[in-house]
């Protein structure tokens, strides 16, 4: 492998986002890991990739079910001994909510599981993997607008007083863009940005009687935001290519903080990532030594083309961005 290139792994590499974004990025010169919920899964999609022409040697295969949290343990394993860093972490594996309420072997509803526990759980046990000493690592969620209308009910996160399929999904992509704004704050040596893509052509978008757009089109704005000449706000939410306001909960640092450690309680069974503060990390680090600042707030704006200088002082290409206030 060359190791110049970057090197990024997408979960849910096997959906359609998460195949086209794969397959751009590929194409580009980037080398992808691309993750589905088994490895047979995994490597069929390489194959289709292969199929259309992707070198081999850019593509590598790995699978963990997220319904199963010791397989996201596992898997974290694997891609660190694997992969000495990865550049970019693209979190692209989702379900939608089951019609009926579903519960994974850890106990956690089955959508809250896959759509954010399994990201909050991988993320932290690769977080020293994250990046080079030449570029910050990058994660980028690939989130859903429904998440703005969503809540949490803190008293009943795993939905079993009040289920309902689409109320289940949309709580699960608060979730995962909270997550994201939290992770951007407690670790400023890395950006993290949320994404509204669009609504892409999908098995999800089917199951709740919707059509979209080509998958490709949508993974477009994924892939582009993959690119680390491009410059974002870390801890930003994204909806397409502007910058746009998140829900209310997501620029809370309280809330942010309580879902960090409802998350670490829910993944605890693992036993194996690193434990989080107790204590909120407003005002300065946490006991744990986590640094609390951020690097952006979620409905702020950089300037167009604006791009972070490296540590020899140099920039890489410009790169224009476009981006509103919200």
């Given at each position: 492998?060359?190791?110049?290139?970057?090197?990024?792994?997408i979960?849910?590499?096997t959906?359609?986002?998460?195949?086209?974004?794969?397959?751009?990025?590929?194409?580009?010169?980037?080398?992808?890991?691309?993750?589905?919920?088994?490895?047979a899964?995994?490597?069929?999609a390489?194959?289709?990739?292969?199929?259309?022409?992707?070198?081999?040697?850019?593509?590598?295969?790995?699978?963990?079910d997220?319904a199963?949290?010791?397989?996201?343990?596992?898997m974290a394993?694997?891609?660190?001994?694997?992969?000495?860093?990865?550049?970019?972490?693209?979190?692209?594996?989702?379900?939608?909510?089951?019609?009926?309420?579903?519960?994974?072997?850890?106990?956690?509803?089955?959508?809250f599981?896959?759509?954010?526990?399994?990201s909050?759980?991988?993320?932290?046990?690769?977080?020293?993997?994250?990046?080079?000493?030449?570029?910050?690592?990058?994660?980028?969620?690939?989130?859903?607008?429904?998440?703005?209308?969503?809540?949490?009910?803190?008293a009943?996160?795993?939905r079993?007083?009040?289920?309902?399929?689409?109320?289940a999904?949309?709580?699960?992509?608060?979730?995962?863009t909270?997550?994201?704004?939290?992770?951007?704050?407690?670790?400023?040596?890395?950006?993290?940005?949320?994404?509204?893509?669009?609504?892409?052509?999908?098995?999800?978008?089917?199951?709740?009687?919707?059509?979209?757009?080509?998958?490709?089109?949508?993974?477009?704005?994924?892939?582009?935001?993959?690119?680390?000449?491009?410059?974002?706000?870390?801890?930003?939410?994204?909806?397409?290519?502007?910058?746009?306001?998140?829900?209310?909960?997501?620029?809370?640092?309280?809330?942010?903080d309580?879902?960090?450690?409802?998350a670490?309680?829910?993944?605890?069974?693992?036993?194996?990532?690193?434990?989080p503060?107790?204590?909120?990390?407003?005002?300065?680090?946490?006991?744990?030594?986590?640094?609390?600042?951020?690097?952006?707030?979620?409905?702020?704006?950089?300037?167009?083309g604006?791009?972070?200088?490296?540590?020899?002082?140099?920039?890489?290409?410009?790169?224009?961005?476009?981006?509103?206030?919200?």
């Amino acid at each position: 492998m060359d190791h110049t290139e970057p090197t990024i792994l997408i979960t849910g590499a096997t959906g359609a986002i998460g195949f086209e974004t794969a397959r751009r990025l590929a194409e580009a010169g980037a080398h992808v890991v691309v993750h589905g919920p088994t490895l047979a899964e995994a490597s069929a999609a390489t194959g289709r990739l292969e199929d259309l022409g992707v070198d081999t040697d850019r593509l590598s295969a790995i699978g963990a079910d997220f319904a199963d949290l010791s397989a996201v343990v596992g898997m974290a394993a694997e891609v660190r001994e694997r992969f000495d860093r990865i550049d970019v972490l693209v979190h692209a594996a989702a379900v939608p909510g089951p019609d009926g309420r579903t519960l994974t072997g850890d106990g956690n509803e089955l959508a809250f599981q896959v759509n954010h526990l399994a990201s909050y759980l991988l993320t932290r046990l690769l977080i020293d993997r994250l990046g080079r000493a030449d570029a910050p690592g990058r994660v980028v969620s690939v989130s859903s607008n429904l998440h703005v209308g969503a809540n949490l009910d803190w008293a009943d996160l795993q939905r079993a007083r009040n289920y309902a399929p689409l109320p289940a999904y949309a709580q699960s992509q608060l979730a995962l863009t909270m997550f994201t704004t939290a992770l951007a704050r407690r670790h400023p040596e890395l950006d993290a940005v949320s994404l509204h893509p669009g609504l892409a052509e999908s098995p999800i978008l089917h199951h709740y009687g919707r059509v979209g757009e080509p998958a490709a089109d949508v993974a477009g704005r994924v892939a582009r935001l993959c690119d680390q000449r491009l410059d974002v706000e870390s801890g930003a939410y994204v909806d397409r290519i502007i910058l746009a306001r998140t829900a209310p909960l997501a620029a809370n640092p309280r809330a942010l903080d309580r879902l960090w450690r409802r998350a670490h309680g829910s993944s605890a069974s693992t036993r194996q990532h690193p434990p989080p503060s107790e204590a909120s990390t407003e005002g300065g680090p946490a006991p744990d030594g986590i640094p609390s600042s951020f690097r952006g707030a979620a409905g702020s704006c950089a300037r167009p083309g604006r791009l972070r200088a490296g540590p020899n002082g140099r920039r890489p290409a410009r790169i224009p961005t476009i981006c509103v206030r919200a």
